[in-house]
């Protein structure tokens, strides 16, 4: 490898050089890892000496920062580092990508299959448990061995996280590797003190790795979400709360701690500023905490008058409201925080409509509980998913709306238990009603009814009758089908980390279905999509068409609804433009740098 003329590093630099003494006129240049191990005694690194003591690495990663220097980093020390032996031997070298960046590995010919692996691991900054997975440019999957077929960078491999096997595992696991891995590095330093009488530099940057890599673990749900990052550190206005939680479905401590300051917080009188703010659809759901959000779905029921009307208890809403909240998985985006959104959209139209002129209070009831419990016990994995999959909930149901008859038939088992049921007072013929209605709404919000739905709503638009049953149950799986999917209707930094959430649950599933075996939805493939490309055709041929469709009944709603939507898609519009321009830059200067180093090519004829 001494004569690739990128100048990567190379066997060659870490003899007397020194690891600063690379030549600095390499294009931007890749990542190149370099694993060794060997038996030679005598080992120079970095400029460190070592006489007959046993320095032990396995591999190294070499990677330019942005002053174009290199910097070196330990990966784990299980072999004796040996590169002058290690060159004789002969090495190969691997060319891939992570995630669109060059990469360079290189590795002697009779190296262990595990440091092979483990020197990708570290490429594709994946975490022990992360799945790996390496393809041909022809996108077949290549085993990740020492028997690797060596390429050129113009037919270089393409690295890929595809899952992390997370199933529930909680953190304190991979924090008691990382605590193994420091108590190892604790003992080398000791040893290497005993030799040397003084701690090398090379172990304060171990430590400084293993320090950075408790930082991540730390800070983000999986490491595998590398084109999602969500670092927790930094600023306040985040979808944060669900990106470092560990288990599916809320834990007994954590239900208690918010049952407990939502009913020290309910008796506490909200202003009239927050009343009004609530009818809008420009509020901010992301500033309020979750028992806030009870309080705030408890003054919806007191200010469309259902508590006196239907004679609900406090005690009861509050119960109810409580084991919905407990009902919400910690998902990326079908949690507690959607259920509000929705509900809070359903209300802010209701008000905006002025439907409580229009139409029976009961209806009104309906709808805002329908909203309450549309997404009950999702477990962020779609209809698709449970159909192919077929889990139980498609068995249980017969693949017909799993998950909506799901969330449905928790909503009525919450309702059943006296304690938690706020139609308790209501007469048999009332509550059999609501029971009707509220299936209906819930069923409805299955999108693979959405044109069905939509067209019958338009074939009775030109004569909508408020007094027509048929013509109201219409109108209401309407007005909750658009409250479900209105995110773009609210302020763009409202909605905009929405679509990130959402975006992390669909890929999260595509990464499941890949290693599954399944089909999978191409909407959901982190490989095909993008923000804008998600939004655009979602925008313009699903959700505008349903909003323009109410607004022909309710004119009044095109300045809160239609112009923020227009506006949306405008802005993933541009995004789109502006990322089609960096695509082709980015394949501007990578044809120069290919033909630069065809050029050098020619220059040196023994380089290869
Ligand atoms: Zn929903």
Redesign the pocket.
Known sequence: MAGDPRGGASTADLNGGGVRGQPTNRPPSPTTLVTYHGCDQNTNISGMKREGGAYTEVGVLWRNNERGQTDRRLRSAEHRATPELTHKMGTKVIYFTVNGIPEQAEFPVDCPDQDVKDLFRSAAEAGPHDILKLYSPKGSIINISTSLEPNSPISCYRLEVVATDCTNEPLGAEMADLSSIEKRLQCLERQIQVVDGKTPSVVFEMKKQVDSFREKLENVEHLSWLGLFKDLSEGTHKPSPFYHKRTLQKTREECERVREKFLQMSSLEVSEDVRHYLKTPTFDNWQWEDAEIMVLLQVMYTDLDFIATFNIELEALQQFLFEVYRRYNNIPF?NFK?CFC?TQMMYGLIWLTDLRSKMDSINLLIMLTSAVC??LDHTGYNNAYQINAQTDLALRYNDISPLENHHCAVAFEILQRRESNIFRNLSVDQYKRIREGIIKCILA?DMTRHTKILNKFKSILPSFDFTNKEHKDLLMMILIKVS?ISNEARPMEVAEPWLDCLLQEFFNQSDVEKLEGLPVTPFMDRDKVTKPSSQIGFIRFVLLPLLIELTKLFPCLKHHIIEPVRKALDYYTEMEKALEREQQVWTQSENVARSNEEDDGQDHPNSK
Do not use: L, N, P
């Open positions: 079908h959607h929705v549309h997404d919000t479900d």
